[in-house]
């Protein structure tokens, strides 16, 4: 659990420096946020493109040699990015990071689901240091380029996989053997497809949403707070603030780990999907405390979804293939999703900034309609 933890609250930190950051390169390399919204998709498309690979060589060589090769990979990455003077070094380093990345989501959730016993509060605990990760990663981020370089950023995680890198290969035990499938057709005989299809709808929705809102909050925190907090910089307070919404979702986390070992996750997952909108939605035509306050809220409620998804998937998906099961479900959520910052990018071009929320809430239609016949083919009630 420790090692999945730190692995899981690094993972979300290295991700997010970027975004943070995308004021401050917006300046130092006179980039457009448009052409910025691609770069952030090369890592983000990446981040996804690993996960089914991934899934499948789960069985074959365990998850403590795919731990090992993510975090290997990250420091790769995070080096190539410390050394990248253009920005076509760094976004070939965005790439070899978030192509390292997905290899964690498919590895670390099955290596948990099959050793929990209450799932979902399980799957909460890793979810919480998943948004531990996601509240550093902006605040350090913030913090080393206001005081430092923004290089520091990335240096910090570097260090963290290194301490892992040893963790892993000397105390997490060896596999002596793949699993074998229980039975070759359990997939197709025992679990309802199209019932997993439109949980892939709704991942894949979700996704783009959370690509979206995630990559291009920390500049509207920059551009859209001058009230609050005068005395800040701007990359300060885009760390600063995204690093309190990102502190949030732990609460999300821990609600919906406790509600989704007593009620209907399928019912539950409807709504969390139904409660993003209008949060996204007041982001997009707020400023100031009050686009604070909606951003919080949206931070509870979205990561709700993640412990009562995940365990959702688990329900739906057999032991035998559950890693392939979430290297799918990743790869169309951080995949697909990883489109999110280019598209938001040309609205941000073509429009403005603020514009970029509303149609994240929009985004959300699919998922909306596909849980809803989801929710009525589990036929559960709360």
């Known amino acids: 659990m420790g090692v999945t933890a730190f692995s899981h609250l690094a993972v979300h ?38 996960a089914i690979p991934a899934g499948f060589l789960e069985a074959k060589l365990g998850g403590r040699v795919l731990l090992l090769i993510y975090q290997i990979g990250s420091i790769i990455g995070g080096l ?26 498919p590895a670390g959730l099955t290596i948990l689901s099959r050793r929990l016993t209450n799932l979902s509060k399980g799957m909460a605990i890793h979810g919480v240091a998943g948004s531990v990760g996601l509240a550093l990663g902006p605040l350090f ?28 290969f000397f105390m997490i035990k060896r596999r002596n053997k793949p699993i074998e499938d ?23 929705a979700l996704g783009f949403s959370f690509g979206g809102f995630t990559t291009y909050m920390p500049s509207l925190f920059g551009s859209q707070t001058t009230g609050i907090f005068a005395l800040l910089p701007e ?59 909606s951003s919080i809220l949206l931070g509870i409620v979205h990561f709700l979804n993640q412990p009562v998804s995940n365990a959702l998937l688990a329900e739906l998906t057999p032991s035998s293939h559950r890693g392939i099961g979430y290297g799918i479900s990743f790869f169309l959520s951080f995949g697909i999703g990883g489109i ?10 073509q429009y403005s900034i603020e514009m970029v929320f509303p149609f994240m809430a929009i985004s959300l239609i699919p998922a909306v309609i596909a849980g809803w016949f989801l929710m009525k083919r589990k036929n559960q009630t709360p």
């Open 340 to 349: 999110a910052p280019a598209v938001c990018g040309w609205i941000t071009n």
């Open 80 to 105: 190539g990015l410390i050394l990248a003077n253009t920005p076509v070094q760094m976004t070939i380093g965005l790439g070899i990071l978030g192509l390292a990345s997905s290899i964690y989501h």
């Open 141 to 168: 981020a913030g913090a080393a380029a206001e005081f430092g370089s923004w290089r520091v950023s990335y240096l910090i995680w570097i260090i963290l996989q290194g301490i892992l890198v040893l963790v892993t």
């Open 182 to 204: 229980e039975t070759k057709k359990e997939i197709f005989e025992i679990k309802d497809k199209r019932s997993i299809v439109l949980y892939y709808v709704m991942s894949t």
């Open 13 to 50: 930190a290295q991700m997010m420096v970027f975004p943070t950051l995308m004021l401050l390169f917006h300046h130092e390399f006179d980039l457009g946020l448009d052409t910025l919204g691609i770069m952030a998709s090369a890592g983000a498309f990446m981040f996804g493109a690993g």
């Open 235 to 293: 990359t300060l307070k885009a760390g600063f603030f995204t690093t309190l919404v990102f502190t949030s979702g732990i609460f999300g986390q821990t609600i919906g780990g406790y509600v989704g070992d007593r009620y209907s996750r399928s019912f539950l997952l409807f709504w969390i999907v139904i409660l993003n909108m209008p949060f996204l939605f007041l982001m997009g035509y707020t400023s100031g405390w009050s686009l604070l306050i």
